[in-house]
């Protein structure tokens, strides 16, 4: 007959306790990244004292050029009878995230990065994470209110070299606002990764309140360069680094 050892002096839950938590308490980490760019993998200086004075000195020249092009018919339908550069210069004076301005900045800038007049800024710390993380099969995925051209640009042409071929999808405001929960949603069913399975990272509160919204993971990125307010409702992290710390990911190889 089954008989049961001596009761042992730590009690019987220290016989049949082990060293591994049960699986609804383990750390289970993400399946995708969907990371947001300026000021969280770039430094917003880079975006507003290089990109945009860029863009903004050959605005006149380009749009001279693309008259014909059908983006510049998308400006003229959204400010009709208004002169079509005082408007996409207005539009960058407010910081508007306006599509069509949005893909004329990322042509602009394509013709920079092709000449090598400019080269995309990461933090020091995004370009190994990328790798590792990219290496341990996260799928990796950029939103930002910048052109997808451009998302593109900046990490194909970065001075630590191109990184574009490590993400597996790119989404501007075509998918929707950034601050609205439906564009997250429709990033889940457009990426077939649930919500709660992708992490969604980026310097502003608001677009990660949206993110959560629609049950995604968060995580604010802090940077110290760009004096970012830290959220309550978010988990927080001042790099790469920590963001992996903080969810399970790889840190080192």
Same mark, same amino acid.
């Given at each position: 007959? =089954?008989?049961?050892?001596?009761?042992?002096?730590? $009690?019987?839950?220290?016989?049949?306790?082990?060293?591994?938590?049960?699986?609804?308490?383990?750390?289970?980490?993400?399946?995708?990244?969907?990371?947001?760019?300026?000021?969280?993998t770039t430094p917003? %200086? =880079?975006?507003?004292?290089?990109?945009?004075?860029?863009?903004?000195?050959?605005?006149?020249?380009?749009?001279?050029?693309?008259?014909?092009?059908?983006? /510049?018919?998308?400006? *003229?339908?959204?400010?009709?009878?208004?002169?079509?550069?005082?408007?996409?210069?207005?539009?960058?004076?407010?910081d508007e995230k306006? @599509?069509?301005?949005?893909?004329?900045?990322?042509?602009?800038? %394509?013709?920079?990065? *092709?000449? $090598?007049?400019?080269?995309?800024?990461?933090?020091?710390?995004?370009?190994?994470?990328?790798?590792?993380?990219?290496?341990? $099969?996260?799928?990796?995925?950029?939103?930002?209110?910048? +052109?997808?051209?451009? #998302?593109? #640009?900046?990490?194909?042409?970065?001075?630590?070299?191109?990184?574009?071929?490590? =993400?597996?999808?790119?989404?501007? @405001?075509?998918?929707?606002?950034?601050?609205? *929960? #439906?564009?997250?949603?429709?990033?889940?069913?457009? @990426?077939?990764?649930?919500?709660?399975? /992708?992490?969604?990272?980026?310097?502003?509160?608001?677009?990660?309140? %949206?993110?959560?919204?629609?049950?995604?993971? @968060?995580?604010?990125?802090?940077?110290p360069q760009d004096?970012?307010?830290?959220?309550?409702?978010?988990?927080?992290?001042?790099?790469? $680094?920590?963001? +992996?710390?903080?969810?399970?990911?790889?840190?080192?190889?």
């Amino acid at each position: 007959m =089954f008989s049961l050892p001596a009761k042992p002096e730590s $009690g019987w839950a220290g016989l049949f306790s082990s060293p591994t938590p049960p699986i609804h308490l383990r750390m289970i980490p993400p399946a995708a990244i969907l990371t947001d760019i300026e000021g969280t993998t770039t430094p917003i %200086a =880079f975006v507003h004292e290089v990109l945009f004075p860029y863009a903004r000195a050959r605005m006149a020249g380009w749009c001279a050029v693309h008259m014909d092009d059908p983006v /510049i018919g998308e400006v *003229a339908r959204l400010a009709p009878d208004a002169p079509i550069v005082e408007t996409l210069l207005g539009w960058m004076d407010r910081d508007e995230k306006i @599509t069509p301005l949005k893909t004329i900045q990322g042509m602009i800038w %394509a013709e920079g990065y *092709a000449k $090598g007049e400019i080269k995309g800024v990461l933090y020091p710390d995004v370009p190994p994470h990328l790798r590792r993380w990219a290496k341990a $099969g996260l799928r990796l995925y950029v939103y930002s209110s910048g +052109s997808e051209a451009a #998302q593109r #640009q900046i990490f194909g042409h970065a001075e630590a070299g191109d990184f574009s071929v490590l =993400f597996q999808g790119f989404f501007d @405001t075509r998918v929707g606002p950034k601050r609205v *929960a #439906q564009s997250y949603a429709d990033i889940s069913r457009g @990426t077939n990764v649930a919500g709660p399975e /992708i992490l969604f990272l980026s310097d502003m509160e608001a677009e990660l309140d %949206a993110a959560a919204e629609a049950g995604l993971l @968060t995580c604010q990125l802090l940077r110290p360069q760009d004096g970012t307010q830290a959220s309550a409702r978010h988990k927080v992290a001042a790099d790469f $680094g920590e963001v +992996s710390a903080l969810f399970g990911l790889p840190r080192g190889g």
